[in-house]
């Protein structure tokens, strides 16, 4: 919840800023205002302030007769008379520009008057454009905008970071979730903000009319598309950080659960149960006076021990070393249990040199022994084997009639152990008649 919280907290803070970013970019000043139209030409043509009485003629285009050196007229298009509610016979003082622009001539361009651009006063009053249309403040308009945008970025966010179905590919996913916010950035084009200068208020795209000159429309397009190629952009850096973390947090937690597994290794095979069998089945052998097999006893018991400690503190080990163990750790148990235990190793050459992680025969000889009935009617055959590469270790299943609780915790600890030294994990069958585990090798290291 904490870690769901932070990625909320900080998508909100990205669409704050991705809207500051898409309202406030001089990418979008030159798209916004005429003059920057007009800069953007070849040349802005612009002229220093003059002044003059305009005309207007009956389809209401004027011309604006100079009081400067200059001796042609101004021409002043409908549009402008329009927009900047011009009267015939006011006093402009106002800059001009030259007509420019691709579609013309340069005959064409000679013969054409220059053109009103902006006014600067009229009637010797300093011309004001927002108060003509009792326009709100730019900063009711900020607001409008900046909390649109955020709104809309903070839900494209959230789309391309939202983690759902996996059955999909990822990239399918990510395609999937382009469509979406391009469909999503197309409706919102028509729920976007606007100023109506006319009306003194904000008005949507879908109920806002407007001049196709005002560039409305072009300018919400630009923003929504912006918003989209941002986000996604975002949502990749982000991905990849979740990634890293997530690895990051991982690998702890394989370290640590390492370390666990060696000492829940160690405290399961060292423990007082097993030493005192061993001592007991010790005692048996001395009380009988037989001294070689006593003697024998001693070695394979204190060789097992040895490497228990010795195995611990390392990872990997041939699988030549862990089948001696093995054979040493099997014949305490044959000791104990007399005839009614076999082990059958079937190991080609060729495999012993491969590798394993150390100590993993020794679990699965303790739970085969802990989990069967051993008599001299039903004996154990504990088989271990190799074939294409993968050890096998086999027995058949006579359970006893008081069945022991099974953790599981053995065989969890060897797969983790696994999956932490090799990368692989091991394969587990319970059969109807005989339990499984496969352990696959590791070729040796040329």
């Known amino acids: 919840m904490k870690i769901l919280k932070r990625s909320l907290g900080m998508h909100l803070l990205i669409a704050i800023g991705l809207s500051l970013i898409i309202n406030f970019s001089y990418l979008l000043v030159p798209i916004i205002t005429e003059q920057g139209m007009s800069e953007r030409g070849e040349g802005s043509g612009m002229s220093e302030h003059n002044s003059g009485v305009l005309h207007l003629t009956d389809d209401l ?98 789309l391309f970071t939202a983690s759902f179905g996996r059955r999909q590919r990822p990239r399918w996913r990510f395609v999937q979730r382009v469509l979406v916010a391009l469909a999503l950035a197309c409706v919102a084009i028509y729920f976007a903000p606007v100023m109506s200068f006319k009306e003194g208020a904000m008005r949507i795209v879908f109920f806002y009319e407007s001049d196709p000159r005002d560039h409305t429309y072009l300018i919400v397009l630009t923003k929504s598309l912006f918003t989209v190629a941002v986000t996604v952009l975002y949502a990749n850096i982000y991905r990849l950080m979740q990634q890293r973390q997530r690895m990051a947090i991982e690998n702890e937690h ?63 080990t041939t699988l030549r070393d862990e089948l001696a163990f093995a054979e040493a750790y099997a014949y305490l148990f044959k000791i104990r249990y007399a005839d009614k235990l076999f082990f059958d190793f079937d190991v080609d050459d060729e495999y012993k040199d491969w590798q394993l ?36 270790i086999r027995n058949k299943k006579h359970p006893k009639l008081d069945v ?43």
């Open 61 to 158: 285009h004027g011309y604006v007769v100079c009081d400067c050196e200059q001796r042609d007229s101004i021409y002043v298009s409908a549009w402008k008379v329009h927009t900047f509610k011009l009267q015939d016979g006011d006093h402009l003082n106002f800059t001009s520009r030259i007509l420019t622009g691709d579609t013309y001539t340069d005959e064409q361009k000679a013969k054409a008057h220059p053109r009103l651009e902006e006014v600067i006063a009229r009637n010797g009053e300093p011309f004001d454009f927002d108060a003509l249309y009792d326009r709100p403040s730019r900063t009711v308009e900020f607001v409008w905008q900046i909390g649109y945008y955020a709104l809309l970025s903070f839900l494209f966010i959230l």
């Open 404 to 446: 022991e609780p099974s953790t599981g915790i053995g065989l969890d600890n060897l797969n983790n152990r696994w999956k932490i030294i090799s990368g692989q994990e091991i394969e587990v069958r319970d059969e109807a008649d005989s339990f499984v585990v496969r352990l696959p090798l590791e070729r040796p290291a040329k």
């Open 254 to 316: 394989l370290k640590t659960e390492n370390l666990a597994t060696r000492y829940n290794m160690l405290m399961g095979q060292i423990n007082p149960h097993f030493f005192f069998n061993s001592l007991n089945s010790l005692a048996m052998l001395i009380r009988e006076k037989d001294d070689e097999r006593a003697l024998k006893y001693i070695d394979q018991l204190s060789y097992t021990f040895r490497y228990i400690i010795q195995s611990g503190q390392s990872g990997k």
């Open 357 to 392: 992680p150390a100590l993993s025969l020794q679990p699965l000889i303790g739970n085969a022994v802990k989990h069967n009935s051993i008599t001299s009617k039903n004996p154990l055959h504990v088989e271990i084997s190799v074939h294409d590469g993968v050890l096998e």
